[in-house]
């Protein structure tokens, strides 16, 4: 189950970063969040009271729902399709591979679970990559300020986001559902949205392309009910940090999109970045059973 939960999350997750890239354009980012998130609550909270699978929650939870909307739900792709602006789709999304390293220093703040010794290597191994990475693209931009601005605000939402995954632990804890934490999540997430919307003063926008009605669609339901619920399933079942383990694969799907769609150009220092970034997030979820495995190894060799 496990598997099946992964393979999905990945494949889903890593094809929504070209599903954003569409939706950058005539309607302001704020206003396509608040599309998405409203349309999936709209769509999940009554379906999970046809089937009878909402739960009874206490006052107290919908604290913390409004902490999982704001963290999983509003504010971090506010920061993420901020990024858009600046730097490609499958770029953002090795970024957010990052949130292994995220998750592990949170659990370590939050919950006072001492991280491994392999995370102070996986954060090497993880900047060193990125820098690697966006080496071209900072030697081709006419402003390279623009391109720190975007992975800035991808690194934001990546942390956010690591935030609301000790959320969603949280309220595992307490035996709540993944499902039901996530149809209140999007109710909160979209008011949230909604309310930063009157204060900035931004109108509602409309894009009738079958490019933006349809990535909005896919954002809003295989990639905001089916997948985010799939992911927390398996935070639930096997810990944030190695479900964030699944951000191996996100930056493959999604870099293989940017290359067709968004023109991405691959060189030496890209491979190398990806790889570097890649085994990172490998090393931080694995890192201590590698080097158990490898110690064995080593002995069993004398």
């Not at 009271?49 to 739960?55: A, E, M, N, S, V």
């Not at 970034?277 to 069993?300: A, D, P, T």
């Amino acid at each position: 189950m496990n598997f099946f939960l992964y393979v999905a999350t990945v494949v889903i997750w890593g094809s929504t970063w070209i599903a954003i890239h569409w939706q950058l354009g005539s309607v302001d980012a704020i206003v396509s969040i608040f599309y998405r998130f409203g349309i999936a609550a709209a769509l999940f909270l009554p379906l999970l009271k046809l089937f009878g699978k909402l739960q009874v929650t206490q006052r107290r939870d919908h604290l913390f729902f409004v902490m999982q909307g704001a963290c999983l739900f509003s504010v971090n792709y506010l920061f993420m399709y901020q990024a858009g602006h600046y730097i490609i789709t499958g770029l953002m999304s090795v970024i957010f591979a990052l949130v292994a390293l995220f998750n592990a220093f949170n659990q370590w703040l939050i919950w006072r679970k001492k991280p491994s010794g392999t995370i102070y290597l996986a954060s090497v191994l993880g900047l060193v990559g990125l820098v690697f990475l966006f080496w071209r693209e900072l030697q081709i931009s006419h402003n390279v300020e623009e391109v720190l601005i975007g992975i800035a605000f991808a690194m934001a939402g990546t942390y956010v986001f690591s935030l609301g995954n000790m959320v969603s632990v949280r309220n595992s804890q307490q035996g709540i559902k993944p499902w039901t934490s996530n149809a209140y999540g999007m109710i909160y997430g979209a008011l949230i949205v909604f309310i930063g919307m009157q204060l900035f003063q931004v109108p509602f926008q409309w894009d009738d392309s079958p490019h933006y009605i349809s990535s909005l669609i896919f954002l809003a339901v295989p990639g905001s009910i089916i997948a985010f619920t799939m992911y927390l399933v398996l935070v639930s079942r096997i810990g944030a940090s190695q479900a964030a383990y699944t951000g191996v694969l996100f930056p493959v799907v999604a870099l293989t999109f940017s290359t067709f769609i968004e023109d991405y150009h691959w060189d030496i220092y890209a491979i190398i970045g990806l790889a570097l970034v890649m085994l990172g997030v490998v090393v931080s979820s694995r890192g201590e059973k590698i080097f158990l495995w490898l110690k064995s190894f080593s002995r069993l060799t004398r």
